[in-house]
């Protein structure tokens, strides 16, 4: 199994009893589960089972979902609306009685915004309603369908990045140990040449450079990170192996490998390891970015 991406986008749609309804849905990064639903009126019984039927598909994400609706090719009958119509006659006729003008004719009342009227659908009892919302219900779960499957899709390629990244960790990790198990030889050579130039022909016991050399040495040993660095590889290809939805652990992973190699380079008393320090820094960097993308 693979990790999925929190980023992706779908639609669906269907017809139900001269209705016509489509589906979108797009996701992008969150720390949580959000679910923004947009229904025209009418439709609002519909939020809570939407919410339930991501809850089962998804874990972590922003999510827009929005549905359209609109009746099979539009065709509605036209009405007049006698109310606004008499309003209509009588204004028309105390005009033309104040103006002298000829009355309004016929074709000009029924222009008139509000005197013709679409019909109103008729009203859905319960179990109609319910067995539309049914079949929205289900174009709405072939809509989270295809979403699992573009995130998956997205998250297969975080999946090849995050591989390498751990790779490229593990390799400047293996190569910070064979710098750090040359830093005693260094130091002592950099400390005896010291040494010379400050004391000049006053000789120093062999003892107590020997001393020296092990509290400097004491002070960056970096046996520990190193080992730690190695131990959260290890970890982090187990989650990516595991097919669950690893992104929080993958993010606080990163935090922990940067949190080894700051140390690392603090100790460092080699220009070389310290380069790869901050080499290691720039990978762990640009593995957790790509570890806020994951579910």
Request: proline share 3%; net charge negative; charged share 25%.
């Amino acid at each position: 199994m693979t990790i999925t991406s929190m980023t992706g986008f779908a639609e669906s749609s269907g017809s139900h009893e001269g209705l016509r309804w489509r589906w979108e849905a797009k996701s992008v990064n969150g720390k949580g589960l959000d679910l923004r639903l947009r229904t025209p009126p009418g439709f609002d019984a519909l939020e809570q089972p939407a919410r339930m039927l991501a809850t089962e598909r998804f874990r972590r994400g922003n999510f827009q979902i929005s549905l359209n609706v609109e009746s099979q090719g539009n065709v509605r009958g036209l009405n007049v609306d006698p109310v606004a119509l008499a309003a209509a006659v009588k204004l028309a006729r105390e005009v033309a009685a104040e103006t002298g003008l000829a009355p309004a004719r016929i074709d000009g009342l029924l222009a008139l915004k509000g005197v013709i009227v679409p019909d109103e659908p008729a009203a859905l009892d319960n179990v109609a309603r319910g067995h539309r919302d049914a079949e929205i219900l289900k174009s709405l779960a072939l809509a989270f369908e295809l979403l699992g499957k573009a995130r998956a899709g997205e998250g297969a390629k975080l999946a090849a990045l995050i591989r390498g990244q751990i790779d490229e960790v593990a390799k400047l990790t293996d190569e910070a140990g064979k710098l750090a198990a040359a830093q005693p030889q260094a130091l002592k050579e950099r400390l005896s040449a010291q040494l010379a130039e400050l004391l000049g022909a006053v000789p120093l016991s062999e003892d107590r450079l020997a001393q020296e050399v092990a509290l400097l040495a004491t002070r960056a040993d970096v046996r520990e990170e190193l080992d730690r660095l190695n131990a959260h590889v290890e970890e982090a290809r187990r989650l990516l192996a595991s097919g669950e939805a690893v992104g929080r652990k993958l993010d606080f992973l990163a935090q922990e490998f940067n949190r080894e190699a700051n140390t690392l380079c603090s100790k460092s008393q080699d220009i070389a390891l310290t380069r790869t320090g901050l080499a290691l820094k720039a990978v762990i960097d640009q593995l957790r970015e790509q570890a806020q993308n994951v579910e």
